[in-house]
């Protein structure tokens, strides 16, 4: 792929922003904000949306407008997936604020200055690093920033009515299949079943949901699989070697697992996470060192020439880093009413935010945007953040429980931003695009869905059965830093063996991965998949591996990486609208019923009872079916 490609065809700059690319960037920033939301409350994992972004882009501006450039439709999807990365930093976090009891609901303008701040600051922490890891970097491939671009520049040749097709047919499913379930209460969200031997319980469970069949065939088999073997170990092998049999005199063998998973067994996938985050700090010291340079030199005024004029000026990042801190320090202050504790918090909160800007830009060079270890690094943060306050002696109470979690919502707002924003300026590098404007649409992503993030928690949380942290939007990563966060404010102490154990794991995961490297293996002992997986519950793993199985299946005995893109490109389009489909119906269904409108099932109680099961099953295999085919289809086509 040629750098510039596009941009050097006609012999004349390309326009790239325009009104109508505007309005399309904000309009699916809002949209794929709105859907990560759910998928990320549900699954406790998010996938990229540059990819989905850049075929929607596509689709409307040659397919149904029949206008517009590459460089526009580049443009617009990374508006839309600055949106969709900001929701995963803020839904990974805020909402421990709630389940802990700090908030009683998600208040308006604290998590949009939250968003907007945490936002603001990875995209303006990563204009002096670009060169570091983008310009002047020959080691890190970007795999999803090539995807994109190739995806972008294929997009003229592709068909368009196709393309079409199996994104709305997959909208289609993942809409049919969310009513059924939450709608008309025809199927069930989750299959599981647990037995007692003796004083041990064995467990086994899947999700039944498309979505995850999707997010498993974006992220394909090796994360795929890491997942579900995170969760195999944690399930299937750690679960049975605990007693549980003073859980099981007083509940049902399938209550009893989840207590004992949650009191226990999910806490060696935050030791393994912990880990991860402090390698990944290791792994990037040297760009570390060279982005302060490149930072003090342009703050001297002696920075290159060509980059000043390229990025956005240095006086307008020190403005908009200015204000964006300012608004972080006014939430700490409202969390604390403490001027030397919000001090303290600020600058922490810039060093660590400037620190995980260069790991998330890092490990989405080297794995993509979706396997970043945001979760590693957001932990970190919280630990950070945790051992500070002990250390001042400010470590009581829901004020410092709400300082540790402010602390690690911007930190993880910022890691995900800075990540998307990386792999977008590495797809526009490809392309021809011009940095300055790329970066001008992701700061208008981030402003644009950070205003519509506290709505959407809201209605969530008041219209979903159980409330986010109930059992249909688990919110397993809220648990996780809400659990760390008290184990320094004078809440439930961690079970520090776990973490311990998991962490010893860790480095025995990360050994047997440099050994596959060594040999040139194809496939690798990723540390923070494996890690998420065993945090998260054993449900969303199965459906998640299925997905993975079906992009190797495609995939498998293309000559290049590149031709297994392009095979995959169908079931991509396919997995997009099914995640859109379910994320925006669940979104939907949430907003009636805060107003009292709810689903009823069509079936009486007892039928339903009995049909449910075979339905689900039924249901889930047609599920997969139609998505396989879909996706072959797409194959075929790309032979």
Same mark, same amino acid.
């Given at each position: 792929? &040629?750098?510039?490609?596009?941009?050097?065809?006609?012999?004349?700059?390309?326009?790239?922003?325009?009104? $109508?690319?505007?309005?399309?960037?904000?309009?699916?920033?809002?949209? %794929?904000?709105?859907?990560?939301?759910?998928?990320?409350?549900?699954?406790?994992? /998010?996938?990229?949306?540059?990819?989905?972004?850049?075929?929607?882009? %596509?689709?409307?501006?040659?397919?149904?407008?029949?206008?517009?450039?590459?460089? &526009?439709?580049?443009?617009?999807?990374?508006?839309?997936?600055?949106?969709?990365?900001?929701?995963?930093?803020?839904?990974?976090?805020?909402?421990?604020?709630?389940?802990?009891?700090?908030?009683?609901?998600?208040?308006?303008?604290?998590?949009?200055?939250?968003?907007?701040? #945490?936002?603001?600051?990875?995209?303006?922490?990563?204009?002096?690093?670009?060169?570091?890891?983008? /310009?002047?970097?020959? *080691?890190?491939?970007?795999?999803?920033?090539?995807?994109?671009?190739?995806?972008? *520049?294929?997009?003229?040749?592709?068909?368009?009515?196709?393309?079409?097709?199996?994104?709305?047919?997959?909208?289609?499913?993942?809409?049919?299949?969310?009513?059924?379930? !939450?709608?008309?209460?025809?199927?069930?969200?989750?299959?599981?079943?647990?037995?007692?031997?003796?004083?041990?319980?064995?467990?086994?469970?899947?999700?039944?949901?498309?979505?995850?069949? @999707?997010?498993?065939?974006?992220?394909?088999?090796?994360?795929? $699989?890491?997942?579900?073997?995170? #969760?195999?170990?944690?399930?299937?092998?750690?679960?049975?070697?605990?007693? @549980?049999?003073?859980?099981?005199?007083?509940?049902?063998? +399938?209550?009893?697992?989840?207590?004992?998973?949650?009191?226990?067994?999910?806490?060696? #996938?935050?030791?393994? %996470?912990?880990?991860?985050?402090?390698?990944?700090?290791?792994?990037?010291?040297?760009?570390?060192?060279?982005?302060?340079?490149?930072?003090?030199?342009?703050?001297?005024?002696?920075?290159?020439? &060509?980059? *000043? !004029?390229? !990025?956005?000026?240095?006086?307008?990042?020190?403005?908009?880093?200015? +204000?964006?801190?300012?608004?972080?320090?006014?939430?700490?202050? /409202?969390?604390?009413?403490?001027? @030397?504790?919000?001090?303290?918090?600020?600058?922490?909160?810039?060093?660590?935010?400037?620190?995980?800007?260069?790991?998330?830009?890092?490990?989405? #060079?080297?794995?993509?945007?979706?396997?970043?270890?945001?979760? =590693? %690094?957001?932990?970190?943060?919280?630990?950070?953040?945790?051992?500070?306050?002990?250390?001042?002696?400010?470590? *009581?109470?829901?004020?410092?429980?709400?300082?540790? +979690?402010?602390?690690?919502?911007?930190?993880?707002?910022?890691?995900?931003?800075?990540?998307?924003?990386?792999?977008?300026?590495?797809?526009?590098?490809?392309? =021809?695009?011009?940095?300055?404007?790329?970066?001008?649409?992701?700061?208008?992503?981030?402003?644009?869905?950070?205003?519509?993030?506290?709505?959407?928690?809201?209605?969530?949380?008041?219209?979903?059965?159980? =409330?986010?942290?109930?059992?249909?939007?688990?919110?397993? &990563?809220?648990?996780?830093?809400?659990?760390?966060?008290?184990?320094?404010?004078?809440?439930?102490?961690?079970?520090? !063996?776990?973490?311990?154990? =998991?962490?010893?794991?860790?480095?025995?995961?990360?050994?047997?991965?440099?050994?596959?490297?060594?040999?040139?293996?194809?496939?690798?002992?990723?540390?923070?998949?494996?890690?998420?997986?065993?945090?998260?519950?054993?449900?969303?793993?199965?459906?998640?591996?299925?997905?993975?199985?079906?992009?190797?299946?495609?995939?498998?005995?293309?000559?290049?990486?590149?031709?297994?893109?392009?095979?995959?490109?169908?079931?991509?389009?396919?997995?997009?609208?099914?995640?859109?489909?379910?994320?925006?119906?669940?979104?939907?269904?949430?907003?009636?019923?805060?107003?009292?409108?709810?689903?009823?099932?069509?079936?009486?109680?007892?039928?339903?009872?009995?049909?449910?099961?075979?339905?689900?099953?039924?249901?889930?295999?047609?599920?997969?079916?139609?998505?396989?085919?879909?996706?072959?289809?797409?194959?075929?086509?790309?032979?």
């Amino acid at each position: 792929m &040629q750098t510039g490609k596009t941009a050097a065809a006609s012999g004349a700059p390309e326009r790239e922003l325009t009104p $109508l690319v505007l309005i399309l960037g904000v309009g699916l920033s809002l949209v %794929m904000g709105a859907a990560n939301v759910y998928v990320g409350l549900k699954a406790g994992m /998010t996938v990229s949306a540059s990819i989905p972004a850049a075929v929607m882009a %596509m689709l409307v501006l040659r397919v149904v407008l029949r206008r517009g450039s590459v460089l &526009q439709a580049n443009q617009v999807q990374t508006c839309a997936s600055a949106g969709e990365s900001l929701a995963a930093g803020i839904i990974f976090t805020v909402p421990a604020l709630v389940l802990a009891g700090a908030w009683s609901d998600f208040d308006y303008w604290t998590t949009s200055a939250i968003a907007i701040g #945490g936002g603001l600051l990875g995209v303006l922490f990563m204009i002096p690093m670009r060169r570091v890891f983008i /310009t002047d970097n020959s *080691e890190l491939p970007y795999p999803e920033g090539l995807a994109c671009a190739a995806v972008l *520049e294929a997009g003229e040749g592709r068909s368009g009515a196709t393309g079409a097709g199996a994104l709305l047919g997959g909208g289609l499913l993942g809409i049919l299949f969310k009513l059924g379930a !939450d709608g008309l209460g025809l199927l069930l969200t989750t299959v599981e079943r647990a037995t007692a031997a003796g004083s041990r319980v064995l467990y086994f469970g899947a999700d039944a949901s498309p979505m995850l069949v @999707a997010v498993g065939y974006i992220v394909r088999l090796n994360v795929a $699989l890491l997942v579900f073997l995170g #969760g195999a170990l944690s399930w299937v092998v750690a679960l049975p070697l605990l007693d @549980a049999g003073p859980l099981l005199g007083s509940a049902a063998p +399938l209550d009893a697992a989840w207590e004992l998973w949650s009191s226990k067994v999910r806490f060696i #996938g935050v030791g393994a %996470m912990v880990l991860g985050g402090v390698v990944s700090i290791v792994q990037v010291r040297s760009g570390l060192v060279e982005a302060v340079r490149v930072l003090r030199a342009r703050l001297r005024g002696e920075g290159d020439a &060509q980059d *000043e !004029d390229r !990025d956005l000026p240095t006086g307008l990042l020190l403005s908009v880093g200015v +204000l964006s801190v300012l608004a972080i320090t006014w939430v700490y202050w /409202t969390f604390t009413g403490a001027a @030397a504790i919000t001090a303290l918090l600020a600058v922490v909160m810039v060093l660590l935010a400037f620190f995980m800007t260069a790991v998330a830009s890092y490990i989405v #060079g080297l794995v993509g945007n979706s396997n970043s270890p945001v979760s =590693g %690094m957001t932990i970190t943060a919280v630990l950070v953040a945790g051992a500070l306050l002990a250390l001042v002696g400010y470590s *009581e109470g829901m004020e410092a429980l709400a300082a540790i +979690l402010g602390v690690a919502a911007v930190v993880c707002c910022v890691a995900c931003t800075a990540g998307d924003v990386c792999n977008d300026l590495k797809t526009g590098a490809l392309v =021809g695009a011009t940095p300055r404007r790329q970066q001008l649409m992701q700061v208008l992503g981030v402003v644009s869905a950070a205003l519509i993030l506290a709505p959407v928690l809201q209605v969530l949380h008041e219209g979903t059965e159980g =409330g986010i942290g109930g059992p249909k939007l688990a919110a397993p &990563q809220a648990q996780l830093f809400k659990s760390i966060a008290e184990g320094f404010t004078g809440g439930a102490a961690l079970p520090w !063996d776990m973490v311990g154990l =998991g962490a010893a794991f860790g480095v025995v995961v990360l050994l047997a991965d440099r050994a596959l490297a060594s040999r040139g293996s194809g496939f690798r002992l990723h540390l923070m998949p494996l890690a998420v997986g065993m945090y998260l519950p054993f449900g969303l793993g199965t459906p998640i591996l299925i997905g993975g199985v079906m992009a190797h299946l495609l995939a498998r005995g293309a000559r290049d990486e590149a031709a297994a893109d392009r095979r995959l490109h169908g079931g991509v389009l396919f997995g997009s609208g099914v995640i859109a489909g379910e994320s925006l119906t669940a979104v939907g269904l949430a907003i009636l019923a805060v107003y009292e409108i709810e689903g009823s099932s069509l079936l009486p109680e007892s039928t339903r009872e009995t049909l449910a099961l075979p339905a689900t099953l039924a249901a889930s295999l047609a599920a997969v079916w139609l998505f396989w085919r879909a996706a072959r289809r797409g194959a075929r086509m790309e032979a």
